[in-house]
């Protein structure tokens, strides 16, 4: 049990996975089940926006999107994107125009949020800024934070016959949505990554939380994106609080999305261990995020693995199958850290 009181607690998100697992921290939080967690604590999550993307001339953040809809009870339970009870009426008259792309779901009620969205970045707001006049609608229960204000986008370069090098590049949602990750990426390039700066209030909510968690979700285009943009990485290498994390990969693969053609992309084995040791440890790696990991029990032969590399880790349960079972298991990665970094 730790001894600490835990109040803030801050979450380096992706899209779906992030917002299942929020879902589970909320419900342990309010259920009172997580060890030294106040009831009362609050929850900032710094989303990735490198997944963001401009289309017919509207400004759409799919990860900021998924955590604000899930948590805000207006996500569409089936697809995990999206709203609920949508329609694609717009989306047709478009595809009747011929206008492309067609590939990219956009339905009538999510282009709502785009509207209001796109019309305030045209007024000059920062994406924080209307972030935040978002959530006044939705209500997450978390202070939602994008990681910047400044635009970056995720580009995945994969084998093209049609061009003269062989090569063409996609952007991150091109290759997810049309492509359907089928083909390998062979690089992913995060355009604008390294001119970004956090948002504001990012880098004070890592270093003023009293715990901050890597959820299970993509680590090299959610959370890596995440720590990739200039200062954030330091931040969570500095703060006080204990970092945690809980492994995408479950029994050598990802339990749904596209982890895995993402780790092999920059060349890390899809592994539940490797990838505790790719974040690695804050005390023994001179650029580790992590004071502990989790894996799932699958993976329990990673453990002694990821220790060796000096990063406490334990393996328990992690498929999100009800917020239940995921409170549980951030109860583990509390438990995991609750001392502190090690
Ligand atoms: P995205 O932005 O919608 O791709 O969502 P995230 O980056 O937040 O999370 C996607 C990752 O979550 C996937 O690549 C999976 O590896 C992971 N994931 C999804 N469901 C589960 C689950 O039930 N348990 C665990 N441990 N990981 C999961
Ligand atoms: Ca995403």
Avoid at 210 to 224: A, C, I, K, Q, R
Avoid at 297 to 309: F, I, L, S
Wanted: some cysteine; hydrophobic content about 45%.
């Amino acid at each position: 049990m730790s001894e600490r009181s835990i109040s803030r607690v801050t979450v380096l998100s992706g899209g779906m996975g992030g917002a299942r697992f929020l879902q589970g921290l909320l419900h342990g939080i309010a259920a009172g089940t997580l060890p030294g967690v106040a009831a009362d604590a609050e929850v900032t999550v710094v989303a990735n926006t490198a997944d963001d993307l401009w289309m017919h001339g509207l400004k759409i953040c799919p990860d900021l999107d998924t955590v604000m809809y899930t948590l805000g009870d207006g996500i569409d339970l089936d697809r995990g994107w999206g709203r609920r009870d949508e329609s694609w009426r717009v989306k047709d008259e478009l595809a009747a125009y011929g206008v492309e792309p067609t590939w990219f779901g956009l339905g009538d009620r999510d282009i709502a949020t785009h509207l209001v969205r796109t019309q305030m970045l045209d007024a000059g707001y920062p994406l924080s800024e209307v972030t935040r006049a978002l959530c006044n609608r939705w209500q997450p229960g978390v202070r939602l934070l994008p990681m910047t204000d400044d635009r970056v986008e995720t580009h995945v370069a994969v084998a093209d016959d049609t061009t003269p090098s062989g090569r063409g590049v996609v952007h991150f949602q091109e290759y997810w949505v049309r492509l359907r990750a089928e083909v390998p990426a062979e690089t992913v390039v995060v355009v604008g990554l390294d001119d970004s700066s956090p948002a504001p209030g990012v880098v004070e909510a890592i270093t003023d939380a009293d715990l901050v968690v890597l959820p299970p979700s993509n680590p090299v285009v959610s959370v890596g994106t995440i720590l990739g943009v200039p200062g954030i990485r330091e931040a969570v290498r500095a703060t006080s609080a204990p970092v945690v994390g809980l492994s995408p990969i479950i029994g050598g693969n990802h339990v749904r999305g596209m982890a895995h053609q993402m780790l092999t992309s920059i060349g890390v084995e899809v592994g539940a261990g490797a990838v505790g040791l790719h974040y690695g440890s804050r005390t023994a790696s001179e650029t580790g995020v992590l004071d502990g990991w989790l894996v799932d029990e699958q993976d329990a032969d990673q453990v002694a693995r990821v220790q060796a590399g000096g990063l406490p880790c334990a393996a328990v349960p992690l498929l999100m199958t009800d917020v239940g079972a995921t409170a549980a298991m951030v109860a583990a990665a509390v438990e995991l850290v609750g001392r502190g970094p090690a």
